[in-house]
């Protein structure tokens, strides 16, 4: 058994304020009204630190690194079909779960793009809606609230239900990682 | 014959606005509601200190908000749930339930254009936040996005 250093300390920092970030933005967008002002400042927050995770995607450490989790649609469908190419152990992302990365980042990024130009119809609306017309707006509204609000649940959902899976199933805890950072491997 | 039916039949529904077309039913009442998120705004900027306050111009502002609301109460004949809409059909399977909705809020408006006259800004951003909250209540209830 080796222990490996896995997950770096900005991204366990990005991780877990990631969390709590969404977990507000979602709590403040429920409650509306003035709480909506806090929403865009933790929807503003939120922009820089999946800024920061792309930059560190890009010269992070060996597991944070994008090109560390691309894989071919091969591999992919691969992990999926067959048993054998499932075994392999990935310390890292391993391929379906890059895929929930890659979703996760976008969808984010969408939510942010869509919410500066939403308005909640009664007195707060993006900064950027003023300059376009309602409708637009009412449309940028519905791509945040129906489209990108319903997949960030339905991810999270998958995400849960990957590390569930995991600790009960394939009896491996992935949780404490994000903390520590390190994994243990065989050798 | 059939035209004294007609005007039989519209003097007999007789609702302020019962007799509109669907569509005009609709555009009337989305044009009161958007006058009213309007008029909201107005207040929220002067609220979060975008705007200068004044207090003429605020209690304008109010006034304009709770007389829209008188506006709205009679504004979903039966029948306007169709077209360019975002009231939920519920709306009309729940009627009473729905104009509670509406009487509760125009009393937080009522209470809002009250502080407003007070010219107090704490008081103006308590009863402003209640008046928003009845405003969400029934939007999350009876309004698609
Ligand atoms: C972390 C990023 C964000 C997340 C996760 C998020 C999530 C949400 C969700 C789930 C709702 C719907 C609440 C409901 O069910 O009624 C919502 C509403 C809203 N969001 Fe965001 N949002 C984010 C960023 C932003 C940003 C940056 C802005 C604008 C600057 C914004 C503006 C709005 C507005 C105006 C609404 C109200 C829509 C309504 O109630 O009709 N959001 N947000």
């Known amino acids: ?187 | 014959m059939h035209c004294f039916f007609g005007i039989l039949l519209l003097l007999v529904a007789g609702h302020a606005a019962a007799e509109v077309p669907v569509e005009r039913a609709v555009k009337y009442r989305q044009s009161a509601y958007y006058l009213m998120g309007q008029h909201m705004s107005r207040i929220n900027a002067v609220i979060k200190g975008e705007m200068p306050y004044n207090k003429a111009l605020l209690e304008k502002n109010a006034e304009i908000v709770v007389m829209m609301g008188g506006v709205v109460i009679d504004a979903f004949p039966a029948g306007s749930d169709s077209g360019a809409t975002k009231a939920m059909p519920e709306i009309w399977r729940e009627m009473d339930k729905f104009r509670q909705l509406m009487h509760e809020s125009q009393s937080e408006l009522d209470k809002l254009l009250a502080g407003v006259k007070t010219g107090n800004m704490a008081t103006i951003e308590e009863r402003f936040s209640e008046a928003s909250k009845s405003c969400k209540k029934c939007h999350d209830l009876y309004k698609t996005k």
Not at chain 1, 32 to 40: I, N, R, V
Not at chain 1, 49 to 70: D, E, H, K, P, T
Not at chain 1, 147 to 159: A, E, Q, R, S, T
């Open chain 1, 1 to 187: 058994m080796k222990t490996v250093r896995v997950w770096d300390l900005p991204i366990r920092l990005f991780h877990w304020s990631l969390v709590v970030l969404i977990i507000t933005a979602i709590m403040t967008a429920k409650t509306g009204g003035k709480k909506l002002e806090w929403h865009f400042l933790i929807g503003y927050a939120t922009f820089v630190l999946v800024a920061f995770r792309i930059l560190w995607g890009m010269i992070g450490s060996r597991y944070a690194r994008f090109s560390s989790f691309l894989f071919a649609p091969g591999t992919i469908i691969a992990y999926v079909t067959n048993k054998d190419a499932a075994r392999k152990k990935y310390l890292g992302h391993n391929p379906v779960g890059s895929l929930w990365i890659f979703a996760l980042l976008g969808v984010v990024l969408l939510l942010i793009a869509t919410g500066l130009f939403a308005n909640d119809d009664i007195a707060s609306e993006g900064p950027l809606a003023k300059f376009i017309d309602k409708d637009l707006s009412d449309r940028a509204t519905w791509l945040h609230v129906q489209v990108c609000g319903k997949l960030v649940y339905m991810l999270i959902g998958l995400h849960v239900a990957a590390i569930a899976y995991y600790y009960f199933i394939k009896k491996e805890n992935l949780v404490i990682p994000m903390f520590t950072g390190d994994k243990t491997e065989d050798i």
